[in-house]
């Protein structure tokens, strides 16, 4: 498999007013091209600081990421931060416009995503006419729309109830398969970086270092839902509890 991304011996002190909080301390590891790798750890171990660190929001104290050449990055926020007063094609072409990227053939692809995953049909209607769901596929196009190799995904899933959470999640893994994208994951919930990923990355409280990292072998490849039906799932789920509980 091709490494497109590392990461390494990377550090992050914040500085307020009065202190300095060292949120990472030593954090290595590597993405290969079309995995699918899960952040998880403590509350305030440092998960979204990484993403923020990956996606030039933030910088680092110190140590080094180095991204294959022309690979581009993109990030997906917790909340779908859809504007209620622009259609579903406008909220899709944002990132386009605020780049400058938009083309009629970069319009096309989206209307082309629009078809495949079922909102074309919504593409004038208003993010207030979308089910939970749909509003997550808008998200997730609008992202797409700029072409990235590598997902950012914080939290996708957090503001959604546990069925809906479940539901969402096979349909955005799905898409991000179909689509041949790189994802890495930040999210607290055990269950769901198990069922969908490739690799588990688990980190230390803060200030955080890499404590373990699992290579997940489920039967499926293509459904999250029926992952968690596999024996191995909870051995999974009992060696990363003890790693986040121990
Ligand atoms: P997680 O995503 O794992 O919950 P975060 O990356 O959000 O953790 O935060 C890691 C730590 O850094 C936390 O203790 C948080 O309080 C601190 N932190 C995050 N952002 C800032 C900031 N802008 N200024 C100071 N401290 C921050």
Known sequence: MKKILEISNLKKNYHTNNEEVCALNDISFDIY???????????????????SILNNIIDKSE??????????????????????????MENCLIGLRVNNNLTEESKEYVIELLRKYGLYDFMNKYPSNLSGGMRQRCALIR????????????????SLDYQTRLNIGEDIFKIIKNEGKTAIMVTHDIGEAISMSD????????????????????????????????????????????????
């Open 33 to 51: 091209e079309g995995e699918f790798v899960s952040i998880v750890g403590p509350s305030g171990c440092g998960k979204s600081t990484i993403l």
């Open 63 to 88: 140590g080094s990421i180095s991204i294959l050449n022309g690979y581009k990055l993109a990030y997906m926020l917790q909340d779908d931060c859809l504007l209620p007063f622009k259609t579903v």
């Open 143 to 158: 992202t797409l729309a700029l072409k990235p190799d590598i997902l950012l995904l914080d939290e996708a899933m957090s």
């Open 199 to 246: 690799r588990v990355i688990v980190l230390t409280e803060r200030p955080s270092t890499v404590r373990s990292i699992y290579n997940i072998k489920l039967k499926s490849k293509s459904s999250p839902i029926n992952n968690r039906k596999d024996p191995l799932f909870a051995k999974y789920f009992d060696l990363i509890w003890r790693d986040l509980n121990g």
